[in-house]
């Protein structure tokens, strides 16, 4: 079968023949659909995240996916069930307590594996397989936006954390600031759009389809380059809630200075090392006069895809119609992973 | 009756003579016991903090004490009942939201005053009056350390929006480490070390009062001059929680070094702005990837100067005998003061 990956040396997916994987008692075998690419796959590909299965040289790419069930061996799922699938998995070796308490997304590095990212397989594939317990049912419905469960889902969990971070008091969060316009800033502003008013950060001149697509879910751009993250608060106010989804160094510290009293930044970029002169001081003594919060977020847990697939039918279809702008067939996958692309790609493998 | 404060252009607390306040119906008026001298106070002295009641010249100090009611008025309290009062009351022009529902401890500084520190009179003087909803009660047989409810309450207040932060998901902290082996830090040991192991770091030389004490607590000393914050994980283990009380610029981002993977740091101290050269980068990432949190933290709200109220009787009374080492009678009040306190200072107004 077909599958997209990268090659231990090489610098760009490649399209490899693999063997179709053969499902063990409790897997089971999935066709695939769609799988999404985002900048974690751009990370990867480029070596400066994640990492090969132990004692490959290859990797199998992709790991926002959906697919039909085609055998589900002794699990509960049906055949022609719609799944998802969730990213991480125990190292190899076995189970351990995270994942055992349904929460892998709280597994430190070196007790978890990444499907298509860090040590095993992704999705990007004809068929894949997977233990039933790391399969989420989609409605058939939703099947064509499923691979984005996956982006929700991380979402879904920065969000968890960040309502956790505030919840020893009354916090009704009325304003949120979304730092970055790009596929996963655009899906934070779609998911907090109906519940406050939005700001969306971001460096792009008009006419441009980020800036349209945030402006129809009633969401304001703020041009970073004319509006800093730490001058919103003067340009348009101090908000309650900031979701950093850019990996900007500078985002960690300036992100507290465009929150209001009692706010949270929820992080989600991975910037990698860069020493910047900061007024540490008073990055500090702003969190504690204000009693202002900063949580970091990876992955996500069994009730964030849940809770991700329920916003597949929350979310409205247009919505979904303007994100996904560049679903591209196998034999054009390069295509899906730019530098031409407009907002989110996809590589379609098959259809329902 | 005498009172202790500050005057506009002076550099040291002084011995005033104010009237003895009345209280209004509804007030309670309060024969003073104990009144606990901290950093905050110092920073008050040092103009680097809070400020004067308004078109007022002076203010009395005193935002940590214990007394005894004389006149009730038309409150539920009795003549006789022992009180600590709390700190933070609305700003002038009647009360708020975050008043009324309970949460002062959530009030941006635009909406309260703050007795003894920030534009109200604070309890350094023989009586004062307050109303009911402020003062809490405080069982008679621990009268004596009453005044070391509100530095616990804050403590208890960071401990509390620490354990929010980490509520979304099983976080059993096992170990802490204290910034700070000053009264807030040994506090912060002497509440953390029942539950888990501590280590506590400070710049002190043995033999040291502070260091004999927290070690008398279990805790483990770490001389910050051969471990800095960010050493402490190869040099002893990383830890789930730390508690930063010493106002050191750096800690805010140095604290997240030092913890495991799902850790939160709780920040207390009050720096100012100084400038820095950091990882940023490293300092968002490490947030990011390994699901930390920093909280910051300021004042305690009711429910916190209870749970305060409860550590009196559940820490051992052995550990306050040491702790409050400088207790001084009104009339020595300057030596209550520095510079040659060892680990706690307090004025005693009366006895009960």
Chains 1, 2 share one sequence.
């Not at 999404?36 to 070596?47: P, Q």
């Not at 009704?172 to 970055?180: C, D, F, Q, S, W």
């Not at 759009?193 to 950060?201: G, I, Q, S, T």
């Not at 910047?276 to 006069?289: I, P």
């Amino acid at each position: 079968m077909r599958a997209i990956g990268i090659e231990s040396g090489g610098d760009r997916p490649r399209l490899f023949d693999v063997d179709r994987p053969e499902p063990a008692p409790g897997e089971v075998l999935v066709r695939t659909l769609r799988v999404g690419v985002d900048g974690t796959d751009h990370e990867v590909i480029a070596g400066d995240h994640g990492g090969f299965p132990a004692d490959e040289e290859r990797l199998v790419l992709g790991h926002e996916a959906v697919g039909v069930v085609v055998d589900p061996t002794t699990t509960d799922f049906e055949r022609g069930d719609v799944v998802t699938p969730m990213v991480r998995r125990p190292s190899p070796g076995g189970t351990n307590a995270y994942f055992e308490r349904a929460e892998p997304d709280m597994a430190p590095p070196s007790a978890c594996v990444e499907r298509g990212i860090d040590g095993a397989h992704g999705f990007m594939s004809e068929y894949f397989t997977s233990p039933a317990p790391f399969l989420i049912p989609v409605p058939e419905a939703h099947a064509a936006w499923g691979f984005l469960a996956e982006p929700i889902s991380v979402l879904e969990k920065a969000l968890d954390l960040a309502r956790a971070s505030r919840s020893s008091f009354t916090w009704e969060p009325e304003t949120a600031l979304v730092l970055g316009n790009g596929a996963l800033g655009l899906l934070a502003v779609a998911l907090l759009a109906p519940e406050m008013d939005v700001y969306c950060l971001g460096r792009r001149d008009r006419p441009d389809p980020t800036i349209d697509l945030l402006e129809s879910l009633d969401a304001t751009y703020v041009d970073a380059r004319e509006t800093p993250v730490g001058k919103v608060p003067t340009a348009h106010e101090p908000v309650d809630l900031v979701v950093e989804a850019t990996g900007a160094p500078r985002h960690a510290v300036e992100s507290v200075d465009a929150l209001a009293p009692n706010g949270v930044a929820a992080l989600l970029g991975l910037p990698g090392s860069q020493e910047l002169t900061v007024d540490a001081g008073r990055f500090h003594e702003d969190l504690v006069m204000h009693n202002k919060a900063v949580v970091g977020s990876v992955n996500a847990g069994p009730t964030h895809f849940h809770a991700a697939v329920d916003r597949l039918e929350t979310l409205p279809a247009w919505f979904f119609d303007r994100y996904v702008t560049d679903l591209v067939p196998v034999d054009r996958f390069e295509a899906a992973f730019g530098p031409d692309t407009t907002i989110k790609a996809a590589v379609e493998f098959d259809t329902v």
